[in-house]
């Protein structure tokens, strides 16, 4: 585990060889309170996943379905209390679907931004190698506490401007970095006002 001077743990470090999504039903929901295993699964392929400029209609539908299933939890800020541990007055300001990119390709999931982190879970669980060398299946999370970060940048892919980055610096740093956003310009102004808060 990445583990920062302050002891706040923020990410696991994955292998290439060691990421495989775990496959689902397209019918499954977003949270399993006894295992929190399930979460946002949309059924498509893992191939179609890591593409990151699919078709429009292709991603419309996604967005739908995906809106559907959290409707049916009860809702972004409800996901947030459930997967991570949220302070008393903490708020959650914005949640958006992303890809977080590692070595290992982008993975898929939802980016919270709330008053005091930003907080990244995996859409599905991956598998990877514990310290002692046995495959673990987990869902990938970044926490990261906005007190903790040193600027917020934004970027492009210069080949295909439109595919857009959100790169986190963090003041021990560590470097995070978000792509495929449905609303880049929305996302990267609540994490501004984020950080500016803290």
């Keep these: 585990m990445k583990t920062s001077v302050h002891g706040q743990v923020i990410g696991i470090p994955i292998r290439s060889i060691a990421f495989q999504l775990a496959q689902r039903s397209p019918k499954t929901l977003l949270t399993d309170t006894a295992h929190n295993d399930r979460f946002l699964d949309d059924g ?9 400029g699919p078709k429009i209609t292709e991603t419309v539908k996604r967005k739908l379905s995906l809106g559907a299933r959290i409707l049916q939890v009860g809702g972004m800020e409800k996901i947030f209390k459930q997967l991570f541990i949220v302070r008393e007055g903490e708020k959650l300001l914005k949640a958006s679907h992303c890809h977080l990119s590692t070595t290992a390709g982008p993975i898929a999931g ?15 669980s991956i598998k990877f190698s514990s310290t ?6 987990a869902r ?3 926490v990261i506490p906005v007190n903790k970060i040193k600027r917020v940048n934004q970027s492009l892919n210069v080949k295909k ?4 980055y959100v790169e986190i610096e963090t003041v021990d740093n560590f470097d ?3 792509l495929g956003f449905l609303n880049y310009k929305k996302a990267f102004k609540f994490l501004q006002q984020a ?4």
């Design 44 to 52: 498509s392929s893992a191939s179609k996943r890591m593409r990151l």
């Design 140 to 142: 990938y999370k970044v």
């Design 110 to 124: 939802l980016l919270f931004i709330s008053s005091e982190k930003i907080a990244f879970c995996s859409q599905k």
């Design 195 to 198: 950080v500016s808060q803290a």
């Design 161 to 164: 401007p439109s595919q857009k």
């Design 132 to 137: 002692n060398g046995e495959l673990v299946r």
């Design 176 to 178: 995070f970095w978000f």
